[in-house]
T-cell receptor
Framework: DVKVTQSSRYLVKRTGEKVFLECVQD?????MFWYRQDPGLGLRLIYF???????EKGDIPEGYSVSREKKERFSLILESASTNQTSMYLC??????????FGSGTRLTVV | AQSVSQHNHHVILSEAASLELGCNYS??????LFWYVQYPGQHLQLLLK??????LVKGIKGFEAEFIKSKFSFNLRKPSVQWSDTAEYFC????????????????FGKGTHLIIQP
């Protein structure tokens, strides 16, 4: 089974801090995604990557950046964390037929 | 880009009741459709998917969904729910997300929070 691992389950950061959320997948998938999940808003795509060093903005990229230096790792970066970025962050990778595997999520609280 | 509408944000049912959760997507053509479930404290899991063929798709845990092309719908059903079905349910459509090709991504609905009362 594909495994998508997010390095932290819970994080608490201060406003203005630079925050790194790490995601690693073990099935050599080319496509990786970062979503945030908020009650009543579902999952919204922040960024995705379709190859090493390639990235594309999703629906809500403002305040975020990403890094994909290796195929298995896709990092989400909050350059200067703000309270409105308090959320659940989900990483996913997808197989060639489009099936997604999600990580367990990182619940980020910005205080 | 596609949009996905889930009509019921909160549904409360008693055990053994029948379930139908609505899902509509915004435009036609070839679509690949999914239902995901997120149990409390757990990660998203695939319930079922439709790519082509029989429009009635059977998934795990007794769930099924029917693709009706003329209605742009992909409703989720279960004849008799159990307390353990309490979860958040997401409908999603797969679409090309990069104009140069190479990445298909999921667009999700806002989710339906299902509570089953014992």
């Amino acid at each position: 089974d594909v495994k998508v691992t997010q390095s932290s389950r819970y994080l608490v950061k201060r406003t203005g801090e630079k925050v790194f959320l790490e995601c690693v997948q073990d099935m050599d998938h080319e496509n990786m995604f970062w979503y945030r999940q908020d009650p009543g808003l579902g999952l919204r795509l922040i960024y995705f990557s379709y190859d090493v060093k390639m990235k594309e903005k999703g629906d809500i990229p403002e305040g975020y950046s990403v890094s994909r230096e290796k195929k298995e790792r896709f990092s989400l970066i909050l350059e200067s964390a703000s309270t409105n970025q308090t959320s659940m962050y989900l990483c996913a990778s997808s197989s060639p037929w489009g099936g997604y595997t999600f990580g367990s999520g990182t619940r980020l609280t910005v205080v | 880009a596609q949009s996905v509408s889930q009509h019921n944000h909160h549904v409360i049912l008693s055990e053994a009741a029948s379930l139908e959760l609505g899902c509509n997507y915004s435009y036609g053509g070839t679509v690949n459709l999914f239902w995901y479930v997120q149990y409390p404290g757990q990660h998203l899991q695939l319930l079922l998917k439709y790519f082509s063929g029989d429009p009635l798709v059977k998934g795990i845990k007794g769930f099924e969904a029917e693709f009706i092309k003329s209605k742009f719908s992909f409703n989720l059903r279960k004849p008799s729910v159990q307390w353990s079905d309490t979860a958040e349910y997401f409908c999603a459509v797969l679409e090309a997300m990069y104009s140069g090709g190479g990445a298909d991504g999921l667009t999700f609905g806002k989710g339906t929070h299902l509570i089953i009362q014992p």
